[in-house]
Structure formats: C-alpha cells, structure tokens
C-alpha cells in the first residue's frame, strides 16, 4: 500500500482540480443566468432604504467617534494626574 500512495493521493488531486473547475464553472454559469433575470430598473424603495441606511451608518460612525475621543481622553487624564497615596 505504501508504494501506490502517491500515486493515490496524485489521483486525488487530479479529481479535486477537475471537480473544482467544473464547479467553478457551474457557479458562474449560474450566476450570469441570475444577473440576467435581474431587472435593469432601479426600485425607488430600495433605495430610499439603502439612504436610510447609510445614513444611519454615518450617525453611528459619529456616535464611534466621539465615544472614541471620550475614553482617549480620560485615559490620558488618568495617566496625567498625579499619584496618590
């Protein structure tokens, strides 16, 4: 068995390439096809959503800032302030 295992796992890697590309390629036939079904007309809902959306995003990015700036800053008074005994 042990003289014929390269060439076993040899096999295996042939299969699994060959396997691979051909999923692969099942794969992006079948996303073309949905693309294609896809319409080509933007929905007005969608993207009021999606301004909502990233404007709630930059509001929480805001927030994340100055929470940020906060914490810096009584991180740096702690370390400033003088020690106590």
């Not at 060959?18 to 794969?27: D, F, M, N, P, Y």
């Not at 693309?35 to 933007?42: A, G, H, Q, V």
Request: aromatic share 4%; hydrophobic share 35%.
């Amino acid at each position: 068995m042990n003289e014929y295992s390269w060439g076993i796992a040899v096999g295996i890697l042939i299969i699994a390439g060959t396997v691979g590309k051909a999923l692969a390629t099942l794969l992006r036939a079948h996303a073309n096809r949905i693309n294609r079904s896809l319409p080509d007309k933007e929905d007005p809902q969608i993207s009021q959503t999606l301004e909502e959306v990233q404007r709630r995003l930059g509001e929480i990015e805001e927030r994340l800032d100055f929470t940020e700036r906060l914490l810096s800053r009584q991180r740096n008074d702690e370390r400033l302030a003088s020690p106590r005994d």
